[in-house]
């Protein structure tokens, strides 16, 4: 697995701004949604249609406006660690550090810890994050 920092640049369109003129914050959780697909990606994860990766919670920090522009989404995997992945412990959630970055300003307009859990969904309950990536592997 890539357990580096996925960065993933966005535009910011016109109809994402809200009436002040910047970034409405219902959106900034899709760019995080974006983001996490694209760290997915770079792992060679597919989209599975019977066990998925779903929201469980988000917390939030809102630190600057977004303006009309540009966005750059930083996404890593904080937990479970590279080493806890490898010892073959079952793991039933993951958490992500996301940070949303305007090009040329040092600290983040957002930062988010995001943490998912894996649910089948046919039998609608939760499963391990190693069920999770074996019906999300290429085939």
Do not use: K
Not at 42 to 49: E, L, N, S, T
Not at 120 to 133: H, I, K, P, W
């Amino acid at each position: 697995m890539f357990f580096g920092e996925s960065r993933l640049t966005l535009p910011v369109r016109p109809n994402d701004l809200d009436a002040l003129g910047h970034v409405n914050n219902a959106v900034a959780l899709e760019y995080l949604e974006a983001g996490r697909w694209d760290w997915m990606g770079r792992q060679g994860i597919v989209h599975g249609d019977r066990v998925v990766a779903v929201v469980a919670s988000i917390q939030l920090d809102y630190l600057a406006e977004i303006p009309r522009g540009e966005v750059e989404v930083r996404t890593r995997l904080e937990s479970p660690t590279e080493a806890e992945i490898a010892d073959d412990d079952l793991t039933f959630r993951a958490r992500f550090r996301q940070r949303l970055h305007l090009p040329q300003v040092p600290g983040p307009a957002v930062d988010a810890l995001v943490t998912v859990a894996f649910l089948d969904t046919e039998l609608r309950c939760l499963v391990s994050m190693q069920d999770f990536l074996a019906a999300a592997a290429p085939r």
